[in-house]
């Protein structure tokens, strides 16, 4: 069975912290990992890795998918109020047909 | 507007009604998806339907059933609602291609009393 698995499922800091989210996944036929966002509502897209392209940075935001591994994470650096949220791992796979798998999500709070 | 569009976005309801989810889109995609969204248990897939003629259950499909309308619309129902299918749901698009990020409605809050 597909399974995506992320860590820690929530997480307190402080601003100006560091922090590290987890993403690992048993699937069949993979083919991208996604990392969202979730605010309030609907999840907004950040990051998509692929065997082409295993590392992705934006602003304070990186990710790195370890394809030996089989897992990926999402670093973000000096952390602000504004990066609370909860932040969901999906992973596409084409076992049967094409379709994307969710973790259960990491909730960050940052605290100022 | 949105890209993608969902109604209601919230919703109260009776056990044994029947609810009808909407969701329309304008980026001209394909592949449109229904999830669920539960505390504690990420996003689970309901339904998916890559053209008009194509329906697909996904892992949680027993209570729900879908129509596509046309290539922009997609509805969710739940033909006789019951408490445990209080959640928020959502409708998400992608375009063709064996990958791509998944864009995201608002999200349609459903409760069953």
């Known amino acids: 069975e597909d399974k995506v698995v992320q860590s820690p499922l929530s997480l307190v800091v402080h601003e100006g912290d560091t922090v590290t989210l987890n993403c690992s996944y048993e699937?069949?036929?993979?083919?991208?990992l996604l990392w969202y966002k979730q605010e309030k509502k609907a999840p907004t897209f950040l990051f998509m890795l692929?065997?082409?392209?295993i590392e992705k940075k934006s602003g304070r935001l990186s990710s790195i998918l370890d394809k030996k591994e089989l897992s990926s994470i999402l670093n973000i650096t000096a952390t602000q109020t504004g990066d609370s949220a909860i932040y969901l791992c999906?992973?596409?796979?084409?076992?049967?047909?094409?379709?994307?798998?969710f973790g259960t999500g990491t909730r960050l709070k940052v605290l100022a | 507007d949105a890209d993608v569009t969902q109604t209601p976005r919230n919703r109260i309801t009776k056990t044994g009604k029947r609810i009808m989810l909407e969701c329309s889109q304008t980026?001209?995609?394909?592949?449109m998806y229904w999830y669920r969204q539960d505390p504690g248990l990420g996003l689970r897939l309901i339904y998916y339907?890559?053209?008009?003629?194509?329906?697909n259950k996904g892992e949680i499909s027993d209570g729900y059933s879908v129509s596509r309308q046309a290539q922009a619309k997609f509805s969710l129902s739940l033909e006789s609602a019951i408490p445990n299918q209080t959640a928020l749901y959502f409708c998400?698009?992608?375009?063709?291609?064996?990958?791509?990020?998944?864009?995201f409605g608002e999200g349609s809050r459903l409760t069953v009393l």
């Open positions: 998400a698009t992608r375009g063709a291609g064996q990958s791509g990020e998944l864009f």
């Open positions: 699937v069949t036929n993979f083919r991208s």
């Open positions: 692929t065997s082409s392209g």
């Open positions: 999906a992973v596409g796979t084409t076992s049967g047909t094409y379709k994307y798998i």
């Open positions: 980026k001209g995609h394909d592949r």
């Open positions: 339907s890559f053209d008009v003629k194509d329906i």
